[in-house]
């Protein structure tokens, strides 16, 4: 466990048996009131250590900074550094930093500063043998670099009664952490499979699993659809977790499907061994689990924000005891949620700490500023990830890394700023001189840069410091500002999401420059522009979340080639590899080329009468269901067309463009037990992968496309990167490895079960090359002719 959290000791011979810093004893006991998220600038980190530096220095000779302070209650040893100490005026001081006005900063961090002041009060004079001790809070305005100090004389007696207090609370709940860890260990080291046997495959899974968390290895495992791979992932970790000391496992998931299908195997799991403590928590979104969308979140607007801290410790409390029976999830944390009146979102965060199995995104382990990797580095955990459908990763973390303005934001900001604040507008002003300077030869509609242009990023830093110093004297500003028409809090947050991706800015990314549709660049009056940083390779920025973790498992029934996601992830070179054999046969699935389609787009006309042509064959030989896939919804609605004129009583049923849940849930209800009927999609979309469609409910796939993408010149600069990067293989990183991969996820839809036969029709002459065929899984033996196709 976690050095300031509750956590065991040797706990013999009377020594402590759980160590907590002071902010985190404090945190724990003394955050009182409301839950108020609204945004404030506040000091960054090197800022607030300068402004430390800033105040202790003005002290005088004799002046003690970082006093280390420790003390015992009970079996709990608290300890942390005291700020400053004046040993001949008996002063502690407790410093602060903050911008803008201090009345904005709200009373219960105040009071929690208080709390954190005393406790080192307390200790402080069991140390030194005082009799009483002098507290200042000492609040330092970074940009005035005034001092504002309140102060308080206390005696021992009340000192250590509030330190008595603190403590014997957070001793009841470290005592209730550690029988409940004590439990689910025993109860872990004990825990059986979950099913009467592994099915083929699962085992040899499991025991890679468990093999790379006892060697604290990485493993990346491709493994087919129907082994059971939650299962077979989950179960080892598990199993790993009492000999490991791991204090977390944490599934990741990169769709709600795949959140569902774990919290399902772990539900199997508690259900099937005598370890009901198991805490299971599910995390979903802010906007799926905000009960008043309408609403900001603080105490003046929402009422599950109001008084959150107060209710808080009743609503952990509760939610901990229906752990013991029940998994956590979106439905369970909301209904204790709402019986405290606190708010969901933000219980289910708290609750993380808490919880033995976290069930979530990628984005809360690998995103810029991913909750669970941060508190993981604070907390000082050892914790096991699992990222399911992994395949899906790279281009996930692709955009956590990257970063876009657009300049027509600015040009609404600069008009709305000119009535409301003429330094915004000055500002505003500067920093779009340096946008039109980066564009200004620009002819071309797309232009890529090795770098990012040092007067733009001094322009905007500084705009970024103006924004922040107005927002802090003037917090209403951003209102006003939105009455206006015009989002100032928006723009901050890009602009400094921007800067931050900026400076990290390497090979592994470039910057574009992309004019808006329509207009040509005038030099007297540049076109309208937007930045991109895309980060193309992110292996250096998740180097750090690999190596956060006891273990990392990658799982997917496509991870093939290994090199190009070990690469593009920057998995550790000792990363493990393990291919389970498919448990299906050739015999299962009758796999057929038509190698006289091209669905080049050149070829595209002329090949949607021959394509039409082999469905309609198809279907008329073995009616079913069936899905076709093409490259785009222009392919799909073309072709859709054709088939559904020259073949009316043919029942097909189309993927729309921004397709509403109940619309998707339709879709793939047509596909009955025992019905007919042929539903058009895209590939690598929702219907692509991650459906389940067993038996008579899906007997065929037609693939229309080898998915590679488009040619166009932001992927003509991705591959010069790729090349540059990973020499030889600029290609088959940006086109054919991406491609094919959405032609394996979409053509697994097919056989999901051993019981499962169908056929898979791939249109196109490319599927014959072999470096194609390479890439296509061992088990499938095309060859077949496709309807009246020359067979290969
Ligand atoms: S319910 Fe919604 S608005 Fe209220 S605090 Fe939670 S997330 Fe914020």
């Keep these: 466990m976690a050095p300031d959290a509750p956590g065991p000791l040797d706990g013999v011979d009377g020594a402590p048996t759980w160590t907590v810093a002071v902010r985190a004893l404090c945190e724990f006991t003394a955050k009182r009131g409301d839950l108020d998220l609204r945004f404030t600038p506040s000091p960054t980190g090197a800022e607030g250590i300068e402004g430390h530096g800033t105040v202790t220095a003005r002290r ?41 006005d201090l009345a904005a900063v709200p009373l219960n961090h105040r009071a929690l500063h208080w709390a954190q002041a005393r406790i080192y009060g307390a200790l402080i004079c069991r140390q030194l043998g005082l009799p009483g001790v002098t507290l200042a809070l000492v609040y330092f305005n970074i940009d005035t670099q005034a001092e504002t100090v309140f102060t308080e004389v206390h005696e021992v007696p009340a000192l250590q009664v509030f330190f008595d207090a603190q403590c014997a609370q957070f001793l009841a709940w470290a005592a209730q952490e550690g029988a409940h860890r004590t439990a689910r260990n025993k109860a872990l080291t004990a825990l059986q499979f979950p099913l009467p046997a592994f099915r083929t495959g699962q085992r040899e899974l499991a025991e890679a699993v468990y093999r790379a968390a006892r060697s604290g290895r990485c493993l990346m495992a491709q493994a087919p659809t129907g082994i059971g791979k939650t299962v077979g992932t989950l179960f080892p970790l598990l199993k790993a977790m009492p000999v490991e000391q791991l204090d977390k496992v944490f599934y990741l998931a990169a769709k709600t499907p795949g959140r569902r299908l774990a919290l399902d195997a772990l539900q199997q799991i508690r259900r099937a061994g005598p370890h009901p403590r198991l805490r299971v928590l599910e995390l979903v979104a802010r906007d799926k689990a905000c009960e008043h969308p309408d609403k900001a979140c603080h105490g003046a607007s929402c009422p599950l924000a109001r008084g959150f801290y107060d209710r808080l410790p009743a609503a952990r409390q509760a939610a901990v005891d229906e752990a013991a029976g029940h998994l956590l999830d979106q439905v369970t944390l909301r209904d204790i949620a709402l019986q405290h009146t606190v708010c969901p979102y933000y219980l289910s965060q708290e609750l993380a700490r808490w919880a033995d199995v976290v069930v979530g995104d990628y984005n809360y382990w690998f995103d810029t500023s991913a909750m669970l990797f941060a508190l993981t580095q604070a907390e000082g955990w050892r914790v096991a990830v699992l990222v399911d459908e992994a395949h899906n990763l790279a281009e996930r973390a692709r955009g956590m890394y990257s970063a876009e303005l657009e300049q027509g934001a600015l040009k609404t900001l600069r008009r709305a700023a000119t009535a409301l604040s003429p330094p915004l507008k000055r500002s505003l002003d500067r920093l779009n001189r340096r946008w039109n300077e980066l564009q200004r030869e620009q002819t071309a509609t797309y232009v890529a840069m090795d770098a990012i242009p040092a007067p733009f990023t001094e322009a905007l830093h500084q705009t970024l410091a103006t924004l922040t110093d107005l927002l802090a004297d003037r917090p209403a500003l951003a209102a006003e500002m939105a009455q206006a028409g015009a989002d100032l809090q928006r723009f901050y947050f890009d602009a400094l999401h921007f800067a931050r991706i900026a400076g990290s800015f390497g090979p592994h990314s470039l910057f574009d420059i992309t004019l808006r549709p329509g207009r040509a660049p005038l030099p007297a009056r540049p076109a309208a522009s937007t930045l991109c940083i895309r980060n193309i390779v992110p292996a250096p920025h998740l180097q750090a979340r690999f190596a956060g973790a006891r273990t990392v498992v990658l799982f997917s029934a496509t991870l093939s080639p290994r090199h190009y996601h070990a690469d593009l992830l920057g998995l550790p070179d000792n990363t493990a590899w393990i291919d389970v054999p498919s448990p299906f046969t050739a015999r299962q699935l009758t796999v057929r080329v038509a190698r006289d389609i091209s669905t080049r787009w050149n070829d595209r006309e002329r090949s949607l009468a021959p394509i039409v042509e082999l469905i309609a064959r198809q279907y008329a030989a073995k009616p079913g269901h069936y899905l076709a896939f093409f490259s785009s919804y222009d392919y799909l609605d073309r072709v859709f067309a054709l088939l559904s004129a020259q073949h009316p009583g043919v029942p097909c049923w189309e993927q729309q463009r921004q397709m509403p849940e109940a619309a998707r849930d339709a879709f793939l209800a047509r596909f009955t037990p025992g019905g007919q009927g042929i539903g058009f999609a895209v590939l690598g979309g929702a219907f692509a992968e991650g459906i389940d469609l067993p038996g008579d409910r899906l007997i065929g796939a037609f693939i229309a496309t080898l998915g590679l993408p488009q040619v166009n010149p932001v992927n003509e600069q991705i591959k010069a990167r790729m090349e540059a990067a990973f020499a030889g293989q600029g290609y088959d990183y940006t086109y054919l490895y991406p491609g094919l991969q959405k032609v394996v996820q979409a053509a697994g839809r097919v056989i999901r079960s051993p019981a499962d036969e169908g056929v898979l029709v791939l249109m196109d002459d490319r599927f014959t090359r072999a470096e194609v065929r390479a890439l296509l899984p061992v088990w499938w033996a095309p060859g077949e002719r496709a309807g009246d196709s020359k067979a290969e």
């Excluded at 006093?67 to 040993?87: K, S």
């Design 60 to 100: 005088p000779t004799g002046y003690q900074r970082e006093v280390p302070l420790e003390g015992v209650f009970d079996t709990l040893r608290v300890r942390g550094r005291a700020d400053g100490w004046d040993p001949h005026a008996k002063r502690l001081e407790e410093i602060k930093t903050y911008r803008g």
